[in-house]
């Protein structure tokens, strides 16, 4: 029996500016640490003829698996508002395997050693944010929401200096590509008209088929790219996660959450919330989240320029038109998500602020935000107590006032809110407890975490440890992990 590898390569046969051919640096001692098994059944790859040392050799880049073809991609982004050239630093695509399905994944590794484009860096990354990427973005996957995903992580054998020495890792990362805003920027900045149709044209046919014969591809990539980018960032707010690190770099054209880095989940209801410690101003708060998506596809529209019309004037009026279309139409679907959050149907005028006084009612009380819901739904958890003050109590008798609405029932707006409102969600304290485990070699909690978080909506037993919050008022921080 094989593998299951079809490798069908094409980001690597774009021109030669868009990348850097260069293989995995081999590490000293690779051991698997973990292997995504229900990810390997949907990509159709069989890793159980292998031994544990052919598997690590496998996913350390030591032995590259037949088909493939590494590169590092390049590109740029702003990061933290401020222009850079960036590109794979310490990731290699490996190429791009195709599912039975024909469904194209990029294959990458990260923590893979040093590129042309490492700049300082040592090309390396470490054991705790290899596993902090895996364990969240599955957790992501399982909300249902777009995100790459996590093949496997292997141990290098190696030590990374950071501010300590550290365990040395690389993760496989699964995504439908890895083009960001910040490919196009790199791409824009080199002002050649051809290369930038060339990425359109890629970009189109890879994550945007439906617009291949549209008369301004360009414009309709704009649209495009902008609805995804509303609907992944109003899931994260459904859901309270907080990326962290939203630069353009770091936001994937197909619309999947890329690159977790210092990303949290929030407990207690703050919209100023910020866990990352680079962070000092807030620019990645939770608030801030759709203010700075709206930036990023600002940047991106300005790579479209130089397509959208001849005439740069002309081209600039019609990008700002449709970027200015942002707010209305993120605040519309935002309102939807808050109604499925709160199990109602139909529009009223007066829903926005029956959403504003709950939201404003959780973040006076200092009320987690994912357990409050859990309250709606009669699943009680924590701060019982303060569901019984007056003024939560009047704002729930306007709630059921307008559940009535709509020919809406009990099992009906139940099932609403049991499908968008997650029991569990991967708490701060609990993936800190699980990492420090793992890196102490005791992988077992990490795995009982991940089986946890499998599916979030659906009520489980002796969960309960998982779905407390820290009761410390300890500030929670999360660092780069680079
Ligand atoms: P990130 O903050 O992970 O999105 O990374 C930003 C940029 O820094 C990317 O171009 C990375 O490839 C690069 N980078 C991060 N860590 C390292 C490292 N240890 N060595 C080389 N490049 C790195
Ligand atoms: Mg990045």
Known sequence: MTIGWCFDNTYSKLPDPFKEEIGPVPVKDPKLIILNKDLSKELNLDFSNLDDKKISELFSGNSLPQGSNSIAQAYA??????????????????????????????IQFKGSGKTAFSRNGDGRAALGPMLREYIISEAMHNLGIPTTRSLAVV????????????????????????????TFQYIAAREKKDELEILLDYVIKRHYPNIQNSKNKSLDLLKAVMERQIDLVVDWMRVGFIHGVMNTDNMSISGETIDYGPCAFMDTYDPKTVFSSIDQ????????????????????????????????????????EIINSFEKKYEEKWLNMMRDKLGLFGVDEKDKYLILDLLTWMHQEKMDYTNTFCHLMNFEIANKENFKKDDFEN?????????????????????????????????????????????????????NFLEVLNKPYLEKKDIINYQIPLSSNEKYQTFCGT
């Open 395 to 447: 704002w729930k008798k306007r709630w059921q006032e307008r559940l009535k609405v709509n020919n809406n029932t009990p099992e009906k707006y139940l099932k609403l809110m049991r499908s968008v409102n997650p029991l569990v969600i991967p708490r701060n304290h609990k993936v800190e407890e699980v990492l420090n485990e793992a890196n102490n070699g005791n992988i077992e909690p990490f795995n």
């Open 77 to 106: 982004g702003h990061q933290f508002g401020h222009f850079t050239m960036l590109g794979d630093g310490r990731a290699v695509l490996i190429g791009e395997h195709l599912s039975k399905k024909n469904d194209r994944y990029d």
């Open 155 to 182: 141990k290098t054998g190696e030590d990374v200096i950071r501010e300590t020495a550290l365990h040395g890792a690389i993760l496989t990362r699964v995504a439908l590509s890895h083009i960001r805003v910040g």
């Open 281 to 320: 101003m807030g620019r990645y708060a939770y608030c801030n989240q759709p203010v700075i998506t709206k930036w990023n596809l600002s940047r991106f529209a300005e790579c479209l320029i130089p397509l959208i019309d001849k005439d740069q004037k002309k081209s600039i009026t019609i990008a700002t």
